[in-house]
């Protein structure tokens, strides 16, 4: 079955960076774009990164464009976000999110991970 | 950026009434919606995409209509397990999820 499963979250102090991962499996992974969404707590659901199933497009929301990155190992059936210069409202569960296509074109997201949480905090 | 907007927040209701949720977008996303519900301390789960189409796996009971701004989520039958948060997803220009309605017991 298809599994998505984060981890890499932790407590972290303002302005610091940390490396958000997630290894899939159940799917061929190669085949699909990939997301990154997050949910501060207590609230809502908030897109964050796409990328595309080959790596090559990669697509962020403002509020996080310049310091966060996407990537993803095809070899590994990994995807990695990598979060610098942390804030305060960057506190969230991050989860990964599989969409059922290989670019970047806005579409569904057909199946989450369990998320893992960050909290960034001094 | 399109804005989504759920109504109601909350909406309290009892095994076997008929549940309906409203979506509204700030311009016309045709019919690139989605609905997602979502239970506490779990991932959200995808149960329509394109407007109307049911995701495998997930009951008839659930059903979704509408096109351009207004989109509404009907639960025919509300049953036990059908107590969550529910999340609209427009995917017509980027991505953009509504802020959720919960449905709790009446």
């Known amino acids: 079955q298809v599994q998505l499963v984060e981890s890499g979250g932790g407590v972290v102090q303002p302005g610091k960076s940390l490396r958000l991962s997630c290894a899939a499996s159940?799917?061929?992974?190669?085949?699909?774009?990939l997301n990154w969404v997050r949910q501060a707590p207590g609230k809502g659901l908030e897109w964050v990164a796409v990328?595309?199933?080959?790596?090559?497009?990669?697509i962020y929301a403002d509020s996080v464009k310049g310091r966060f990155t996407i990537s993803r190992d095809n070899s590994k059936n990994t995807l990695s976000l990598q979060v610098d210069s942390l804030r305060g409202d960057d506190t969230a569960v991050y989860y990964c999110?599989?969409?059922?296509?290989?670019?970047?074109?806005?579409?569904?997201?057909?199946?989450w991970g369990q998320g893992t949480l960050l909290i960034v905090s001094s | 950026d399109i804005q989504m907007t759920q109504s109601p927040s909350t909406l309290s209701a009892s095994v076997g009434d008929r549940v309906t949720i409203t979506c509204r977008a700030s311009q016309s996303i045709s019919i690139w919606l989605a609905w997602y519900q979502q239970k506490p301390g779990k991932a959200p789960k995808l149960l329509i995409y394109k407007t109307s189409n049911l995701e495998g796996g997930v009951p008839s009971r659930f059903s979704g209509s509408g096109s351009g701004t207004e989109f509404t989520l009907t639960i025919s039958s509300l049953q036990p397990d059908d107590f969550a948060t529910y999340y609209c997803?427009?995917?017509?220009?980027?991505?953009?999820f509504g802020q959720g309605t919960k449905v709790e017991t009446k």
């Open positions: 997803q427009q995917y017509d220009l980027s991505w953009t």
């Open positions: 159940g799917f061929n992974f190669s085949d699909y774009t």
């Open positions: 999110v599989r969409a059922p296509l290989t670019t970047v074109t806005p579409y569904y997201l057909d199946f």
């Open positions: 990328i595309s199933y080959d790596g090559d497009k990669k």
